[in-house]
Structure formats: structure tokens, C-alpha cells
């Protein structure tokens, strides 16, 4: 197999063109995602190749297409549902908390939910009211449920083959603004365990650790330090729940500052816990407090202002400023 460079929507789908062929077990169910190929065509054509008894398309009911998921995982299925968008995910919320997540505990380990929950989120791409949400941290809080989110196409293609294959329920959240951002795949390597995070780029002076759709501007954000004679190392977290603290703390007792990045509202954000996690087991390497960089804590903002409300380069460098004045 060679490699090839997709943007992040071609790589899901031909992660998922994969995980169909590899087993009759495996559906893909969602609003839109058969005839149509999905609102970002991250299916398309999958429903041609595997049928519609593979590629279903659903009625427009979350908490239904979640809960359908659910009884076909119990059959032996492993469904891989696609909540279109990510506010539209909360009428299925009791479902995911309440049945997919407790399942497994509830049954002392006999009953296994195999469900891959897919949901595009974050802003960046102008959109409406309950397009642009950012509810991982909503997730990550509950205990039963695994929660990834790729930076890059070639981790999207990989990760999204661990879901699939693994006996969890996981919560793929897919950064939308990063779908067309190209990358490599190789379909013949050997991938880093799901939950495993990587340094994006090395550094000395500082970590910053990131996520999804704000690895990017991190690295933008390195990049530019670099030419102020600052090096800035960028972690990929990749995962939320678990999160790989170890990388994290090896880091940052390189570094000795620590910058947490995400487009989430920085109240209660996944951003508090890293940096909770870190005093505790780092204290006397840190030469600086914590700093968070997040959304403000508001309703997500009309389209024509979410580039006031989205951290960006600007306000990355502004905390790497403040953390280095320390």
C-alpha cells in the first residue's frame, strides 16, 4: 500500500470503506449519509459499494438513531452512527449516558456496546445557530465512553479503524474547519495506540497541548515564536478520555510551562482538568502556572463574529507571553 495525501474527509472515508469491507458487522447510519454521502460527504459513496442494508440513512431523530445503534450492538453489530452535526447531538444525550456508556458496568462486563459515534464539531466554517459546538468536554466527564478527536488525515484514518475494532462505545469527534486539510496516509503502517499522544513538534520553552481543530494553530503559533527565538513544543492529545497524562507530564517537566488550548469555552473545559492533573503531579517542575486558552463562556456567536470569539494565533502567543514572563 503507498502513501497517499487526502484531506481529512477523504481519509474517514476510505477509513471507513475499510472497516465496511472488512466485516458484514459493520453499518453506517446517519441523517443523509447514503444517497447523499453526508452534509460533508465524508460517506460518499459508500452506500453504493455496500447497499442500504449496510449505509442507512435515517429518519432526522438522534436519541432514535443512537438508540437503534444501541439494540443492533447488543445483536452482535457495530454500528458507526454520524450525529450530522455537533448541537444537534444533545437529544441523544440520555441515550449515550444513560444506556451506551453505563452497558458495560451494568452487566459486570458480559454486555459489550461496540458503537463509534461520529460528530462533526467546531467552528470555523460560518455557520448557523447549533453548527458550531464544541461538547467534548460534556463526554470525556462520563465515565463508559471513550473520546478521540484527530488533528491530521493520516490520524483520522487510523483511529477511526481503532474505533471501529474496539469493544467500547467511542465518540469520534471530527474537527470540521480541518476536513479539507491534507495529509498522509499510509494504510500499510503500523498505527500509535488510540489513546497515545505525540509531540506534533519538538520545543524547550514551553508545551503547548492541544486537540482537534487547535493543534494546527498551535503549530502556526510555534512557528512564529520561532522567529522571536522561543521554541515552543506542540503536544497532540488526540484523545480526552483516557488522556495520555504521561506524555503530558514528560513534557511539561521538559519544558516547565504548560499552555492548554482548545475552542471549547475555557469554564470547565478540558483545559482545567490538564492543568489540575499537571500541579498535582508536577508541581516542582513548573516555573509558571497553568494558562488556559479557550472560547469565552457564552452561547457560540452569529458566524460574522466567531473569529472574535475562536482562539486564534494571536491569543495563543499572548499566554505563551504571559507563562514566559514568569
Known sequence: MTVQKLPMVKAINESLRRALAAGPKVLVMGEDVGRLGGVFRVTDGLQKEFGDERVLDTPLAES????????????????????QFDGFVFPAYDQIVTQLAKMRARSLGKVKLPVVIRIPYGGGIGAVEHHSESPEALFAHVAGLKVVTPSNAGDA????????????????????????????????????????????????????????????????????????????EVLDLRSLSPLDFDTLQTSVEKTRRLVTVHEAPVFFGAGAEIAARVTERSFYHLEAPVLRVGGYHSPYPPSRLEDTYLPDLDRVLDAVDRALAY
Open 64 to 83: 432514535g438513531i443512537v438508540g437503534t445503534a444501541i439494540g443492533l450492538a447488543l445483536r452482535g453489530y457495530r454500528p458507526v452512527v454520524e450525529i
Open 157 to 232: 484514518y487510523w483511529m477511526m479503524q481503532q474505533a471501529v475494532t474496539g469493544d467500547d462505545p467511542v465518540i469520534f469527534f471530527e474537527p470540521k474547519r480541518r476536513y479539507w486539510d491534507k495529509g498522509d496516509v499510509d494504510p500499510g503502517a503500523a498505527p500509535l495506540p488510540l489513546h497515545r499522544a505525540v509531540v506534533a513538534r519538538p520545543g524547550q520553552d514551553l508545551t503547548l497541548a492541544a486537540y482537534g481543530p487547535m493543534v494546527k494553530v498551535c503549530l502556526d503559533a510555534a512557528r512564529a515564536a520561532a522567529e522571536e527565538g522561543r521554541s515552543l
